[in-house]
């Protein structure tokens, strides 16, 4: 079955400085990756996705993510970060084994508190 | 594009009441999801639908609640006989494709006391 891991529950960052939000995965097949990003009683914003193809994917916001398949890990990071990203960040996994639905499975994801 | 819209956003019922939530996805997005979603945890699978055909159930799904999904346009969730444990946030998510993300809708908020 597959799997997210979200190890850190909220990661701390001065303005300014970059910052990495960790994700490890597990699945049986070829792996979908996707973050999301969620506001306050909101729904969830998607940030980029990893489908194939180069490793370094670049997505909204100036948010990058690195996919590392000897490590199963989908690193999101940012080279300077901003007290507007302070919110909650969901890694995700699709695993393309040909089940019937290949859903989407969310980490607990991590809160991440930029410190002006 | 008008995005996935939600009603209710917010829902406040007494236990035992039933209540229903709806979800209008993004017309041309063929696949639909619902997802639940409780403090500090990620959002967790509830069912899924392939046009008006329900494909697949959590086990977290008990026989309280049923989701339809009439002509594979709107999508309705009803628990029913509520529980204080079923408070939580129920999102829907629709999609065109596995390539493409899932677009969320703002929730709605459930609140059984």
């Known amino acids: 079955a597959q799997s997210v891991a979200q190890p850190e529950d909220q990661v701390n960052v001065a303005e300014g400085n970059p910052l990495t939000v960790k994700c490890t995965y597990s699945?049986?097949?070829?792996?979908?990756l996707f973050w999301y990003v969620q506001y306050p009683n909101r729904g969830l914003q998607f940030l980029l996705k990893?489908?194939?193809?180069?490793?370094l994917v670049k997505g909204s916001y100036g948010f990058e993510a690195e996919f590392n398949k000897s490590q199963t890990s989908f690193h999101l990071k940012k080279p300077s970060a901003l007290v507007s990203d302070s919110a909650l960040y969901f890694c995700?996994?699709?695993?393309?084994?040909?089940?019937?639905?290949?859903?989407?499975?969310f980490g607990t994801g991590t809160l991440l508190a930029v410190q002006p | 594009d008008t995005g996935v819209s939600q009603n209710p956003r917010h829902k406040i019922t007494k236990r035992g009441q039933n209540v229903t939530f709806r979800c209008d996805p993004i017309?041309?997005?063929?696949?639909l999801y619902w997802y639940r979603q409780t403090l500090g945890q990620g959002p967790e699978f509830l069912t899924y639908?392939?046009?008006?055909?329900?494909?697949?159930k959590s086990r977290l799904l008990s026989d309280r609640f049923s989701a339809e999904r009439p002509k594979g346009s709107f999508s309705t969730l009803e628990i029913q006989r509520t529980e204080q444990g079923d408070s939580a946030m129920y999102l829907c998510?629709?999609?065109?494709?596995?390539?493409?993300?899932?677009?969320f809708g703002n929730g709605t908020r459930l609140t059984v006391t």
């Open positions: 995700a996994v699709r695993d393309m084994d040909g089940g019937a639905t290949n859903k989407l499975i």
């Open positions: 699945v049986s097949g070829n792996p979908y």
């Open positions: 990893y489908i194939t193809g180069d490793n």
């Open positions: 017309s041309e997005h063929n696949r």
């Open positions: 639908f392939q046009n008006e055909a329900q494909l697949e």
């Open positions: 998510a629709s999609e065109g494709s596995y390539n493409s993300p899932l677009h």
